[in-house]
């Protein structure tokens, strides 16, 4: 059965803080996505990453793929407010090559509260 | 570009009851899934639909859950008879064919006393 595990699951840092969430997996994939929650609203996407080595920065956000070490990283920089919220990382177990895409096995999230 | 939108945002039923939850995709969207987190634990897929064919149903967790999706449009997740352990967040996703980002949508929130 696939497994994603994020760590740490819960994270309070204080602002200009930089920190790594850490999403890992349990098997061959290559399609990984990073989502963003706030309380009572809907998962936003924040990175869709496709390929080994993938990189993807927007603002103080930067999300890394390794597949052949089945991990993908949240590099969070120099931490501010608005950034608290709830991160999840999903893992896409559709077939390569397929029309069809897949379904999405979520980690437990990560809350995230940063202090002023 | 209006977004995935779900119906009712809270249900509170009490147990042996049946709830009816609707989710409305994007326009033009062919893959409609549905997620649940129970609390405390994590987002689980449920099924998707490929226009109005059920692609992949292994997440649904018994016979007491029926989805459809007619017409291939909005899709509604009927619970019946609910139990106490059917509460938690239900979420609905949706995205193109061929694109592998889906777009989720608010969730709605399913108590069941």
């Known amino acids: 059965e696939l497994k994603v595990e994020q760590n740490p699951l819960f994270l309070s840092m204080q602002e200009e803080k930089n920190y790594t969430i850490y999403c890992n997996y349990s098997t061959t994939s290559d399609r990984l996505y990073w989502y963003r929650q706030d309380p009572g609203k809907s998962l936003e996407s924040l990175f869709v990453l496709l390929s080994n080595g993938a990189v993807k920065q927007e603002g103080r956000l930067m999300a890394s793929l390794d597949t052949k070490a089945r991990l993908s990283t949240l590099h969070i920089t120099a931490a501010v407010h608005d950034l608290s919220a709830t991160y999840f990382c999903?893992?896409?177990?559709?077939?390569?090559?397929?029309?069809?895409?897949?379904?999405?096995?979520f980690g437990q999230g990560t809350t995230l509260q940063v202090k002023p | 570009e209006a977004g995935v939108t779900q119906f009712p945002s809270h249900s509170v039923i009490e147990k042996g009851q049946t709830v009816t939850l609707r989710c409305d995709p994007i326009?033009?969207?062919?893959?409609l899934y549905w997620y649940r987190r129970v609390m405390g634990k994590e987002i689980k897929f449920l099924l998707h639909f490929v226009k109005e064919s059920k692609q992949d149903e292994s997440g649904m967790p018994n016979n007491r859950f029926l989805a459809e999706r007619t017409g291939g449009t909005y899709s509604t997740l009927k619970v019946q008879p609910a139990e106490l352990e059917d509460s938690g967040v239900y979420f609905c996703?949706?995205?193109?064919?061929?694109?592998?980002?889906?777009?989720f949508g608010p969730g709605t929130r399913l108590t069941v006393l």
């Open positions: 999903a893992v896409d177990i559709a077939v390569k090559g397929s029309s069809n895409t897949g379904k999405l096995i």
């Open positions: 326009s033009g969207h062919d893959n």
């Open positions: 996703a949706s995205s193109r064919s061929g694109i592998n980002e889906q777009f």
